[in-house]
């Protein structure tokens, strides 16, 4: 437990700094955190000769991430048989 009171109060002070560097409020800086923890980024190593660019990021996210067909649809706007289409096909491309 004294490694999360740690990271509490590290936290804390953290928040703190920022809050009065930047002059943010509380809710300023909820809201900022809640976007990034919204935001999704793909490692660029998951782009190989293999797969197109939707299998790749449809594998990823599947595989790694374990999101849903649909919340991977939705994330890239794209139809759901679409995404599940490009996940199978990107798992038989890897297995050659």
């Known amino acids: 437990m004294g490694k999360n009171r740690n990271q ?3 936290t804390d002070r953290f928040l703190s700094s920022v809050k009065q560097k930047y002059i943010l409020t509380k809710e300023e800086i ?3 955190i809640a976007k ?3 935001e999704i ?4 190593s998951i782009f190989n000769e293999k797969l197109g660019m939707l299998e790749a990021a449809s594998l990823y996210l599947k595989d790694e ?3 849903s067909f649909n919340d991977i649809a939705k994330i890239l706007k794209r139809d759901y048989k679409t995404i599940w289409t490009s996940y199978n096909k990107a798992k038989i ?3 050659e």
């Open 41 to 44: 980024t793909l490692p660029i």
């Open 30 to 32: 909820d809201e900022l």
């Open 36 to 38: 990034k923890q919204d």
């Open 8 to 10: 509490d109060s590290d």
């Open 65 to 67: 991430l374990n999101l």
């Open 93 to 95: 491309k890897m297995k």
